[in-house]
């Protein structure tokens, strides 16, 4: 009988919503580590507590705080002498920190291995009925503070809508004060970009949105309308995101009136 003889460093997505999204191969590698670290601050499962995650593994999980992930790092020191995963929400390599666990395992000849989940970058754009090959760049709105109000997310849009093409939006994640931006904070701070602009910008009041909140739950809301009727839209609880459609194909029209509830007109748009 063949016995491992080396150890390994393991990244582990649990998938989008609860603990029924970890993958059969992530389960198989989570009982059989000898310790296991959750970072929660990129991403996080609403539709589970973190009993019930330890209970799906069968094990403790230590979570572990930003300083302890991005500075820190002992568990890629540990990976030296013991089987170590390292769990977080979505897709582990979609936040540029991960990666870098893997080029510093290369630097220090820890072996790893990489086990993907499904990613809001995947499945976000694809519950909004658009095509995927029509999504330009993804950009993030950021909650504002003091002297902090970046008019990149509102650039990217435009910059993408004059290629004709789809814009993810991400919202800010502040897990350490239990703070998620919601559909609505994402599209006043659009608003309030375009109310400092000094030219007619191409994201307005009338602009075609979609709404999107807790994918991969049960009770998945996508909801499509011009922003100023999806401002005030009551999407329930995070996490949320945005998607700004640009030029439709009549196939995506349908789809956003019939499954995201848009008005009929866009039919007429196309």
Do not use: W
């Not at 670290?37 to 069968?58: K, M």
């Not at 500075?71 to 990976?79: G, H, I, M, T």
């Amino acid at each position: 009988m063949f016995l491992k003889s080396y150890t390994m460093f393991y990244l582990v997505g649990l998938g989008l919503f609860d603990a029924g999204d970890i993958s059969l191969k992530g389960l198989k590698c989570l009982k059989s580590v000898d310790k296991i670290y959750a970072e929660f601050f990129t991403s996080r499962l609403f539709g589970s507590s973190f009993d019930e995650i330890e209970s799906q593994i069968g094990k403790k999980i230590e979570v572990l705080v930003r300083n302890e992930v991005e500075e820190e790092s002992k568990f890629l020191d540990e990976a030296i002498d013991l089987d170590v995963a390292l769990i977080t929400g979505g897709d582990p390599l979609i936040a540029t920190t991960h990666s870098d666990f893997l080029v510093q395992c290369s630097k220090k000849g820890i072996d790893y291995e990489v086990i993907h989940g499904s990613s809001i970058l995947s499945s976000a754009p694809a519950i909004s009925g658009l095509q995927g090959y029509k999504f330009g760049k993804v950009t993030t709105i950021p909650f504002p503070d003091y002297n902090f109000y970046p008019k990149s997310p509102y650039t990217a849009i435009e910059e993408n809508l004059a290629m004709e093409l789809h814009t993810l939006v991400l919202l800010d994640i502040q897990a350490h004060k239990d703070r998620y931006m919601t559909v609505n904070q994402g599209l006043e701070y659009l608003m309030n970009i375009k109310n400092t602009l000094d030219y007619d910008g191409a994201v307005t009041e009338d602009t075609l949105a979609v709404g999107i909140a807790r994918v991969g739950s049960k009770d998945v809301v996508v909801k499509a309308g011009k922003i100023s009727q999806l401002i005030d839209y009551d999407f329930g609880g995070p996490l949320h995101c945005i998607v700004i459609p640009s030029k439709l194909h009549i196939v995506e029209a349908e789809y956003l009136v019939e499954i995201a509830g848009a008005d009929s007109e866009i039919l007429d748009e196309i």
